[in-house]
């Protein structure tokens, strides 16, 4: 790391972040858990919000893909993404479902101008839950052209993340 000029861990950890919040609503799979976190540090988000039966470090198969983010992210678990959701708006917060969806805005419109916003990513088969959906401000999703309409949740974080931060200044 030195190397290649790296922060450690806990600077990384404690210096100012992007105004975003990642909430992941019901996630499976340990190894896309993991994988978020990544994400999350590689684009500087505030939190990272774990929700309901979606898997928490330490475990060895989110470290595997995490590789060492579990350190350097700030990360919550709920035991409702509505929870997380309330937590979301009590921080100022606007929360917006990534979902395709009736009247959803597509990724590259959407107005990023500085607002706190928070997304809520969901289950790998279901999607984001109708309960949830309803508590959201509006849903946001990525174009695409392909036949299977889906993206796995990883590289959806990944993508909106990187839409989200890409315009605001670097902190």
Not at 28 to 53: E, I, P, Q
Not at 57 to 78: F, M, N, Q
Not at 117 to 130: H, L, M, Q
Not at 133 to 161: F, M, R, Y
Request: charged share 20%.
């Amino acid at each position: 790391m030195d190397e290649l000029g790296r922060e450690a861990p806990e600077e990384v950890l404690g210096r100012e972040k992007h105004p975003v919040v990642v909430i992941l609503d019901e996630i499976r799979s340990m190894h896309n858990v993991g994988s978020v976190f990544r994400t999350c540090d590689s684009f500087g988000v505030a939190k990272l919000l774990l929700c309901g039966y979606t898997p928490a470090p330490p475990h060895r198969d989110i470290h595997k893909t995490a590789l060492g983010a579990t350190e350097s992210v700030a990360w919550s678990h709920y035991a409702s993404t509505l929870e997380a959701i309330a937590a979301a708006r009590a921080d100022g917060y606007r929360v917006l479902a990534v979902e395709q969806a009736h009247g959803s805005v597509s990724l590259e419109q959407l107005d990023a101008s500085g607002q706190k916003t928070a997304f809520v990513f969901g289950n790998e088969v279901a999607g984001v839950d109708a309960a949830v959906l309803a508590e959201c401000d509006g849903c946001v999703e990525i174009p695409q052209w392909g036949s299977k309409h889906s993206l796995n949740i990883s590289v959806t974080v990944g993508v909106v993340l990187w839409e989200m931060v890409r315009l605001m200044p670097h902190k």
